[in-house]
C-alpha cells in the first residue's frame, strides 16, 4: 500500500463547477501538506502549502487538513479551463529530519468551456 | 531569478549508452533535490543535498546512478549502462533553508525526459 493514495481521475467538470480533489495518507509523520499543479511536459507547480489542521484559502482555491483522518483536500472554486491540469498532493516527511517530499499519483482534470 | 533550470529538455539513448543531466537551482537555494516520474505517477526522491553535501539516497538509487554537486552550485545525475526502465521524467527542484523548516519550499524545474531505446 502507497503512503499517499490519490485518485488519478481523469475528472471531467464544466467551467464554473467547483471542484475537489482528495488524498489520504498513512504516515502520522507527515506534519506538512502541499498541492501542486502539473501542466502537461512541465515541471510541478507549487499552488498551496499548509500545516496544519483546518483550511487555508487562495484565491479560488482552499486546502483543507484533517490530520486525525489522515485527509487532505483541495478546492478550486468557479473552475477554469486553464485550470485543465494534473494536481499533485505532496506530503514531508520528516522522520529523516529532512524534507523529502512524498507525493501522490495525481488527478487529471479537465475543466470544458 | 528564472527559476530551476534543467538541460537537456529531451534526451534519447539507446540501451546501454550513458546520460548525464544538468540541474541549475534557484540561485542562493543551498538544497538541491532529483526525483523521478513516470507516466501517470508523482514523482519520487531520489537524493538531495544541502550545499555540495550529498545528504539522502533512496534506494531508487542503483549504482548505475550518480549525482554531484560540486561547489554547492549546479548539479549533475548521471545514469550508466541506461536500462529501458530508466525512461522517466527527471526532475530537480531548490529549496532555501531557514529557522523554520516549514519555509522550505521547493521549486520544480521542467524536467529532463529520458527515453531509453
Known amino acids: 500500500q502507497k503512503e499517499v493514495e490519490q485518485d488519478p481521475g481523469p475528472l471531467s467538470v464544466p467551467e464554473g463547477a467547483i471542484v475537489s480533489l482528495n488524498c489520504t495518507y498513512s504516515?502520522?509523520?507527515?506534519?506538512?501538506f502541499m498541492w501542486y499543479r502539473q501542466y502537461s511536459r512541465k515541471g510541478p507547480e507549487l499552488l498551496m502549502y499548509?500545516?496544519?489542521?483546518g483550511n487555508k484559502e487562495d484565491g479560488r482555491f482552499t486546502a483543507q487538513v484533517d490530520k486525525s483522518s489522515k485527509y487532505i483536500s483541495l478546492f478550486i472554486r468557479d473552475s477554469q479551463p486553464s485550470d485543465s491540469a494534473t494536481y499533485l498532493c505532496?506530503?514531508?516527511?520528516?522522520?529523516?529530519?529532512?524534507?523529502?517530499?512524498?507525493f501522490g499519483a495525481g488527478t487529471r482534470l479537465a475543466v470544458h468551456p | 531569478d528564472t527559476g530551476v533550470s534543467q538541460n537537456p529538455r529531451h534526451k534519447i539513448t539507446k540501451r546501454g549508452q550513458n546520460v548525464t543531466f544538468r540541474c541549475d537551482p534557484i540561485?542562493?537555494?543551498?538544497?538541491l533535490y532529483w526525483y523521478r516520474q513516470t507516466l501517470g505517477q508523482g514523482p519520487e526522491f531520489l537524493t538531495y543535498?544541502?550545499?555540495?553535501?550529498?545528504?539522502?539516497k533512496s534506494r531508487l538509487l542503483s549504482d548505475r546512478f550518480s549525482a554531484e554537486r560540486p561547489k554547492g552550485s549546479f548539479s549533475t545525475l548521471e545514469i550508466q549502462r541506461t536500462e529501458q526502465g530508466d525512461s522517466a521524467m527527471y526532475l530537480c527542484?531548490?529549496?532555501?533553508?531557514?529557522?523554520?523548516?516549514?519555509?522550505?519550499?521547493?521549486?520544480f524545474g521542467a524536467g529532463t525526459r529520458l527515453s531509453v531505446l
Open positions: 543535498f544541502q550545499n555540495e553535501a550529498q545528504l539522502e
Open positions: 504516515n502520522s509523520a507527515f506534519q506538512y
Open positions: 499548509t500545516y496544519s489542521s
Open positions: 540561485s542562493e537555494h543551498n538544497r
Open positions: 505532496a506530503m514531508r516527511d520528516l522522520s529523516g529530519g529532512y524534507n523529502k517530499l512524498i
Open positions: 527542484a531548490s529549496s532555501y533553508s531557514q529557522g523554520e523548516l516549514a519555509k522550505n519550499i521547493q521549486y
